[in-house]
């Protein structure tokens, strides 16, 4: 059973998405509203979730590629030194 919007009473079954910036003292991140699309009353919002997967995407993966890139570094001056052999 789809819920009804509290504005507009008609039977909501998608919502519209909208980004939008919540700032707070400790800084400013990716929000998301949540609307009807009948009325566009807002219905719901929060983090944004796929500014959130990426935020945690980028910030895990950075050390990861710069370990990949030291070890890389290193196979190189290995293989260097074999070759001089
Ligand atoms: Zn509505």
């Not at 400013?28 to 500014?51: E, K, Y």
């Amino acid at each position: 059973m789809n819920g009804k919007c509290p504005k507009c009473n008609n039977i909501v079954t998608k919502l519209q998405g909208h980004t939008v910036n919540i700032v707070s003292p400790n800084g400013t991140w990716v929000g998301a509203t949540f609307s009807c699309p009948h009325c566009s009353a807002v219905l719901g919002a929060g983090i944004d979730p796929i500014a959130l997967k990426d935020a945690v995407v980028s910030e895990t993966s950075a050390p990861l590629v710069a370990e990949i890139q030291n070890l890389q570094a290193a196979v190189q001056h290995l293989a260097s030194q074999l070759a001089r052999r």
